[in-house]
Every structure is written in C-alpha cells, then in structure tokens.
C-alpha cells in the first residue's frame, strides 16, 4: 500500500549487484510496472500497489543512468492524463453563458443561473486540483530517489514542481475547442462575476471562491516558482484590481450624482471593510493593502473636492451642524489618502476664517450713535427715580458691552472647533496648527482686537469670576489667554491692559488681587517679562501705598491734631514710569510741553498735602511729589438748609454724603464760602481752580446738570454742556432718597471701547513707541554685526520683533534715516547692495 507524501515508513534494501546492468529492454520493463501504478495511482486505486516494487523500478531505470528517459516517461504520461481525463471533464463545465460572461454579456442570464454555473464550474476545477495534488504527493513518494539522484545531478526541477506547471500549462492555459479562451480566462471571469454579486448584495459559495484562490497562490508562471510569479499576482489580481476600480469608479460617480455627503462616507466606511474582509475569507490577503489603494483612489481622493464642497452635507454643514460622526470618518477618510490632509486643512481653515469674519463683520457694521438719553463721555445716564424708566444703555456702554460680546463669539468658535478637534480628529497636531493659523489670521484682520480682548478680560477681573471655583476661573484665564497668543500686535494689546488693569487698581474695581496676579504671571510666559515688569511695579505701587495710608493715620493720630482727623485721607503714590497717565484722563491736564497744569487745592487740602509730604519724605529723601487732581475721590458730608414755606421733604435740614471726583471736591468747596443766592461764573471757578476746561465743564455737568447729584443750580437752567458765560450757585433744595449719593463717575474712571479720536491717539502713541522700540532694535544688532545689508537687517529686526508686533517696513526706513541722520548708522559707499556700518 502506498502512503501519502513524505509518509513513507520502512527501510528499503538497495537491489542486489546482478540487478544492476540489463539491455534496454529492461526499461521497458520497469517503465510497464510504474506506468501500471501511477494509472491506478490517479483512478484512486492505490490500496493494492506494493510501494517496495515500485520504489524499485524507479531506482533500477535511475541507477542505469536512465533518469532522463523516465522523468520524459512521467511527464507525458501526466499530459496524456490531463488530455484524455481531466481536461474534457473541465470542459463540459463550461457552459456557453460561462463563455458569454467571459467575453463581456450577461444580458438574459440572471445572477442566481450566473451563480450556479459558476460554482458548478469552480467545483469541477477545485477537484481536478485536489485530486492532482494528491496524485503528485505519492507520485513523488514513489519517485523519490529520482527526485534525489536524477533531479539533483542535472539540476532539474523536482517532479511534483514539473507537475504543476504541466498542470498551469495544461489545464488552466489549455485553449477551449472553438475559442481563442483558456480556462485561466474562464476562472477569472467567474470569480470577478461572483464577487460582483456579492458587492450588489448577493451571497456567494466563499470556500469555493478560496479553494480557487488558493490553488493560484501555490502556481507559478516558471517552474523557478519565484514568489513574485504567483499566478495569483500575475495573473488573477490585477484583473481583479482593474474590475474593482471600474466598478468603484461608477458607484462614487452615482453618489456624487444621487447622494450626499454623509452617504458617501458612509458607503466608502463600508467598502472598505467589506474589502478588507473579502481579502481574509474570499480571496488572498496579499492584495488586502492594494484593494484599500484603489478604493482610496476612486472612492475619496477623485472626487473629494466636490464632496466637500457639497451644499447641505458638505464639510460646512457638517460644522455648522456639528456631525462629528460625519466629521470623524471625513477626518479618517482623508488620513488614508494624504499624510498632510491638505484638503481638510484647507476646508477648516476657510471655515473658521468665514465664521470669524462673520463675527467681525456684525460688530463692525454695528451702529452705536442712534441711543436716545446718551449721556456725554461714557457717564450712565441714571434716571433720578429708577422705578419709572428702565436704566438706559449709553452708545459707549453698548459698544464696550458689544465689544464683549465679539470676544464671547470668539471664544464660542474656539470651543466649537476645539471640541471638533479632540473629538473627530484624534488631537491632530497638523489640524491643530492649520486651525491656530486661521484664528490668528481673522482675529488680527479685525484692527481693535487688542482694545477688545483687554477689555474680556477687564469684565471678568472686575466681576465675572465672582461666584466662581478656582477651576472655574482658570478656565476664563486661560481662554483669555489663549486669545492673547494670537494677537499679533502685543504691544497695542499691552498698552490696552496696562490702561484697564490701572482703572481697576486705582478705583478698587478689581474683584481679586490674585487672580490679577495670576493673569500677568500667564502673561509673562506668553510674552516675556518686558510686557510685565510695569504691570508688577504698578500692583508694587498699591501694596506700599496701602502700607503708607495705615502709616500716615497712624501718625496723625499719634499727633493728637483733632482738626486734622476730621479729614481721613487714602493716599496712592504711583511711579510715573510704571502708570499710563495719558490714558487715565491726565491728557488735558499737560502743557503743551508736556508739563503738568497744577491745580489749585482749597487751603485744608493743601495743609493736609504738606502734612503728608512731610511724612513721605522724612524717609524718602531726593523725591518729588505730584498731586493728580484727575484722579482720586472724595466723600463729602453736605447740609441742605430747611427752606421756609415748604412742605414735605424741604421743610426740614437735610444731609447727605456724596462721593464725588477730586475735582468734584475742589469745585464744591468753593461754595462753602459764598452767601445764599450767591453764584461763580465758569470762568470764575476755572480762575480759582485752574482746573483744564474740558475736565470742569464734564464736572460741572455732573454737579449741575445730572439729576442723581444735582448739588448746584445751573444758569441758563438747560442739559447742555457747561461752558464760559454759565453761572452756577448753591442748589439748596436738593433732595435724594438716598442718604450716601456716589456723582457718575467722570470720563477715564469707566473702562470702555475708545472713541475714533481716542483711538487715533492711542494709535500715533503705540507708533512713537513702535518706532524707538525699531530704534533699539537696530542699534543693537548693528552694534554687534558692525556692517550689515539692508535686506539682512531688516530680516533680523522683524525676526526679533515678531514676538510684539508685526514691524511696518515704511516706518522701519524711515527709523534708519533717522539713525543715519542722528549719526548711529552710516551708509557703506561702493558696496553692491545697500549697505550700512555701525558708528561708534
């Protein structure tokens, strides 16, 4: 009995000597009795075969250097098989429809009569191949010396090699009666048409398909049997490939026409993974990664433009509408084919830079001027009886509040695409810089968007972290933050806060001390400790000026001077380098020189100037004291006379505490002196104050006009602003419900968006600043370099100011002319390109 391969048991005897030799007849003889075996061998009747007789004769023709002969003998003997049995077998499978599907028609034929042929046909050729498979195994048992002897001598191939390209050459090239066909063309036809069902949603006899599959995998197209020359490769797979991209090429085409965005996704999600598992159970996983190639090609990058750009399901609604599902297989879809997701940068991108201008776009076209009752410079127009009108809203406040608003809307965006970004698209670092680019881009499109994110964060110093837990707080800073990394002009931004957080400290509006602190030392690691050494010496000011208020009481009170206590006085000593005078109302109180105006103190304030003077100075020799009348309040006990005649209210004295501006107080304290029904002119008061006359006539407005502190009369008697020629008096018959009554504050106490001319001020100030920063900046490098083009300079000097703002090359030229002029620079005569040499 004969084994399968490789199985053989026992030791087999080598023959006798007498054996060895013979005529050639003995060929025939041995030939006779392996021919009678290997017919019985492939009729499947090898149960009663001696495997020691065979073994034999093939060593006997081998021995007797006629290997030659008896590998020729196997091989025709396996072609005359595959011609006269296995071939016609095969071939009556072959029905006319399996011919018609070959050639490209199926009209008439339905899929299920597709179906059976085909697998009728597969079956058959999945047979004939195990069966040739077996046949070979002990085939090769049986000839196994030949094999070793003969095969290896003359380096031919091994027999069940040889077999298998006689079978590749027989069976699957063999021609078809009447046709230019081979059955290779057959078998990958069918199995193409199955798989096409089975795309279309059919099911499909997989096993065969892989039987089929598998048999292709094991032949080669040489008898080298490279791995490279599979007849899978070669031959099965790139049909199947070229089908696939037909195939997928006209279903994208149809989604494109039929469906939306969010089907195409989802139906290319879909493929893929059908894909994917056609290559683990239907066919080879050797084209698992080539099939994925060609569904990314057709499926995604040919028409993913259109697909995007989608009305309803593109990638604008899919962010408008938040579908992050949408978005995450968008994002997993554009992953597959291009590493850089060009496309999904620049759609985001184009998105946030839309929304944002949108955002820009509101406020901007926003008008703030039509508010009716708007009182003058920013004051709150607060009606005398707050229960018959609702508080109105001044054009300033509305916009300071609109301002807000715009960074609100800022903010929602950013959380909106944050939320997207971790979401749907794993915390992409690409998408992360696109999406900080194109925030950055429409934020600094906006031109008072460093007025607008000092003033978000003024709000929240000064109440909108009340209520809040730490966290909640860190929160706000880091949004507030964060928002400050994109502004481009950092030091129009710094010149914005270093106004609002000197409001907040001098009016004691801010809500905490450490969260302040908290925010400038984030602001530190943004922009460097140049931004926030003013800001630290300004917070230095108020803690000492806190330690010098306690002192000087205490020394009064050691004094025992009881005068002198009936005037409590808070004191703050500011560094004048440290605080934005200029932008806390001390504009109108400068010479044309610079200098500042004085005013004029009442005497008890000016006793009380020189008894703190003296104490500051006792300790502090060598310092120069100013005293700001712009700034500062003061709370003012007042009596208001019983008037004769009068009912109610009037007919008795009155008296209330009204906290007024210092200015306010200088003004008020004028009329201690002045008999009943006895009035000061405007140029009056101005002549014993010497307040400037836009801050008087915004002061007199308050005292006089306002109805909420309405402590002088006016005359003419009207709502206008005060001016030369007005009179003003004692206005006896005030009267207020409430006994503590605090005057609107005057223009640069209140923190609000500037006005055109502010702006403009603001703008020429940061410009003079810009331009000896430039100064700075030039020297300094040209100082080290000693000689420098002009195109690497100013390269060098925009690289070391980008961190602060984004230099204007007009005004750096300008700034080298200048330094030309003032003799730091010279220009280097004869050079090729323009260039200049540090003067020391």
């Not at 006997?60 to 250097?65: C, G, H, P, R, S």
């Not at 939306?260 to 994917?276: G, H, I, P, V």
């Not at 940068?345 to 949108?358: H, T």
Request: glycine share 6%; charged share 30%.
């Amino acid at each position: 009995m004969i084994s399968g391969r490789g199985r053989g048991g026992g030791k087999i005897r080598p023959p006798r000597r007498g054996m060895i030799g013979g005529d050639a007849s003995d060929f025939e003889t041995q030939w006779d009795i392996l021919c009678s075996a290997l017919r019985e061998i492939h009729t499947k009747n090898a149960s009663t075969l001696s495997f020691e007789q065979i073994y034999r004769a093939s060593y006997k023709i081998v021995l007797k250097k006629q290997g030659d002969k008896l590998y020729d003998r196997v091989k025709e003997f396996e072609e005359q098989w595959f011609g006269t049995t296995v071939m016609p077998k095969i071939r009556s499978l072959i029905t006319p429809n399996l011919v018609n599907i070959t050639l490209g028609g199926v009209t008439g034929v339905t899929a299920n009569e597709r179906r059976m042929t085909g697998e009728e046909f597969l079956k058959g050729l999945k047979v004939s191949w195990e069966d040739h498979i077996t046949t070979m195994n002990m085939t090769t048992d049986v000839l196994m010396y030949m094999d070793r002897v003969y095969c290896t001598d003359n380096r031919k191939a091994s027999i069940f090699t040889t077999s298998m390209g006689l079978y590749r050459d027989h069976i699957l090239r063999s021609q078809l009666t009447g046709s230019d066909l081979i059955t290779f063309d057959i078998l990958n036809s069918v199995v193409l048409d199955m798989i096409s069902m089975e795309r279309d949603g059919d099911v499909i006899n997989k096993a065969i398909i892989r039987s089929c599959i598998y048999m292709l995998e094991g032949l080669y197209e040489s008898d080298e049997e490279n791995e490279s020359e599979k007849l899978y490769i070669t031959t099965f797979e790139p049909a199947f490939l070229n089908a696939s991209r037909e195939f997928y090429k006209k279903e994208c085409a149809t989604l494109l026409r039929d469906s939306d965005a969010s089907t195409w996704l989802r139906q290319t999600k879909r493929r893929l993974t059908e894909e994917e598992t056609r290559t683990q159970t239907t066919i080879s996983m050797l084209t698992s990664q080539k099939i994925a190639k060609v569904i990314e090609a057709e499926m995604i990058s040919s028409h993913l433009s259109e697909f995007l750009a989608m009305e309803g399901s593109g990638i604008k609604a899919m962010i408008e509408n938040d579908r992050y599902e949408d978005l995450t297989l968008l994002y997993q879809m554009i992953t597959r084919v291009d590493s850089t997701k060009e496309p999904l940068k620049k759609a985001l991108a184009e998105r946030v830079v839309d929304l944002g201008s949108e955002i820009n776009k509101t406020i901007t076209n926003t008008d703030f001027s039509n508010v009716a009752g708007a009182a003058e410079d920013g004051e709150a127009a607060e009606s005398a009886d707050k229960s018959k009108a609702p508080k109105q809203q001044t054009a300033a406040a509305k916009q300071t509040a609109a301002a807000i608003r715009w960074v609100d809307d800022v903010l929602n965006l950013k959380d909106k695409f944050d939320k997207m970004w971790k979401k749907c698209m794993n915390e992409d670092l690409v998408l992360q810089t696109a999406l900080t680019k194109s925030f950055s881009d429409f934020i600094n499109q906006f031109p008072r968007c460093s007025e607008y994110v000092s003033l978000f964060i003024d709000n929240n110093l000064k109440g909108g972290i009340k209520g809040k837990t730490e966290t909640e707080i860190d929160a706000v800073l880091d949004k507030a933050t964060t928002l400050l990394r994109y502004i481009q002009d950092k030091d129009m931004f710094e010149r914005y806060y270093k106004k609002h957080l000197a409001r907040r400290l001098l009016h004691g509006k801010s809500e905490s001390a450490d969260v302040e602190r908290q925010m400038i030392s984030r602001m530190k690691l943004e922009i460097g400790n140049a931004f926030t050494t003013k800001l630290e010496g300004m917070f230095k000011d108020m803690t000492m000026s806190e330690d010098l208020t306690s002192g000087y009481r205490t020394h009064i009170q050691n004094l025992g001077d009881l005068d002198r206590k009936q005037i409590d006085l808070g004191i703050n000593v500011l560094t004048m380098n440290y605080w934005p005078m200029e932008s806390m109302g001390g504009s109108s109180s400068r010479r044309d020189d610079g200098t500042q105006i004085p005013c004029t103190w009442p005497n008890e304030i000016q006793l009380l100037q020189e008894s703190f003077k003296a104490f500051y100075l006792k300790e502090r020799n060598g310092r120069k004291l100013t005293w700001l009348g712009f700034l500062g309040s003061a709370d003012m006990r007042c009596s208001f006379p019983k008037i004769p005649g009068k009912e109610g209210v009037l007919s008795r004295e009155r008296r209330h505490e009204i906290n007024v501006p210092t200015y306010g107080m200088v003004i008020l304290l004028l009329f201690n002196d002045l008999e009943v029904g006895e009035t000061l002119s405007f140029e009056e008061i101005q002549s014993r104050t010497n307040i400037p006359n836009a801050d008087l006539a915004r002061m007199l407005h308050t005292l006089a006009v306002n109805p909420k502190a309405k402590v002088l009369t006016k005359d003419p008697a009207t709502r206008e602003m005060p001016k030369p020629g007005d009179k003003f008096g004692f206005n006896a018959s005030f009267t207020s419900k409430a006994v503590k009554i605090k005057a609107p504050v005057m223009l640069g106490a209140v923190n609000r968006v500037e006005g055109e001319e502010e702006r403009k001020d603001t703008e020429d100030r940061n410009d003079e600043h810009r331009g000896n920063v430039i100064d700075t900046v030039i020297v300094r490098i040209m100082k080290a370099r000693k000689t420098l083009a002009h195109t690497h300079l100013f390269t060098e000097v925009i690289g070391q100011l980008a961190t602060r703002f984004k230099p204007d090359v007009g005004m750096m030229k300008r700034r080298v002319e200048s330094l030309i002029e003032r003799e730091y620079l010279e220009r280097v005569e004869g050079a090729d390109v323009s260039t200049y040499a540090y003067l020391a």
